[in-house]
């Protein structure tokens, strides 16, 4: 697996360099399971994901660290991206999470994120996702990844309210067709 870090000295736009850290490396790589509880620490305070358990955070960073991703702002981790490829479908990428920290959003890191993973992993055709639907910041950054791509953006019903067990609400499916490498 090609793990090449990339920085923002690679991409010197300004306005992808996040607000306070004009000098500062945003390195994005591969976790390492060191980095599962940093994850563990921006799901929990990124204000609206599901926060799962510390272990599934290490778990993720541990054996699934080929498909998941962190940023860092020097040495603190500002945001990451979990998925796995489908079992059943290794073409089909699967996006679990993505988060940014408060301070490190609007300068599209999450992007950044989730393009490490689609450029570095091999044989990946299509990405999916699911979005509540009033998570506008979320749709955004699926919706420019499908445009910068040339790629196909669609919903479909995805895990349904009656699903969940505990009045969670709807997750509708988003799919990205059309993936290919830039
Ligand atoms: C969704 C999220 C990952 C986007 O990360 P990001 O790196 O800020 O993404 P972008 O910079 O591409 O911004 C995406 C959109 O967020 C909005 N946004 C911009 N600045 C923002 C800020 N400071 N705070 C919140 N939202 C902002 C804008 O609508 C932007 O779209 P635009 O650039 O077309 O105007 C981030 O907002 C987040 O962590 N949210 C909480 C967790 C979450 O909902 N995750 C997704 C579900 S798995």
């Not at 349904?160 to 009045?167: I, L, V």
């Given at each position: 697996m090609n793990r090449t870090e990339s920085s923002a000295s690679d991409h010197p736009?300004?306005?992808r360099t996040p607000a306070g850290h004009d000098s500062a490396h945003l390195t994005i790589r591969p976790p390492t399971l060191a980095d599962g509880g940093e994850m563990w620490r921006v799901a929990r305070d990124s204000g609206s994901l599901d926060l799962n358990s510390s272990y599934s955070y290490l778990l993720l960073a541990d054996h699934f660290s080929d498909t998941c991703r962190i940023a860092l702002l020097g040495d603190d981790v500002v945001g990451f991206v979990t998925g796995y490829l489908l079992p059943r479908d290794p073409s089909r990428y699967f996006l679990w999470q993505v988060a940014v920290d408060e301070r490190a959003r609007g300068h599209r890191v999450a992007g950044r994120l989730v393009d490490s993973v689609l450029d570095e992993v091999?044989?990946?055709e299509s990405l999916a996702t699911t979005v509540t639907a009033d998570n506008a910041s979320s749709r955004r950054v699926f919706q420019r990844l499908a445009d910068d791509r040339g790629a196909t953006l669609t919903e479909r019903s995805g895990f349904?309210?009656?699903?969940?067990?505990?009045?969670h609400e709807a997750e509708p499916l988003l799919v990205i067709d059309g993936l290919g490498r830039r």
């Open positions: 736009t300004p306005d091999p044989g990946v349904e309210a009656h699903h969940f067990p505990d009045g």
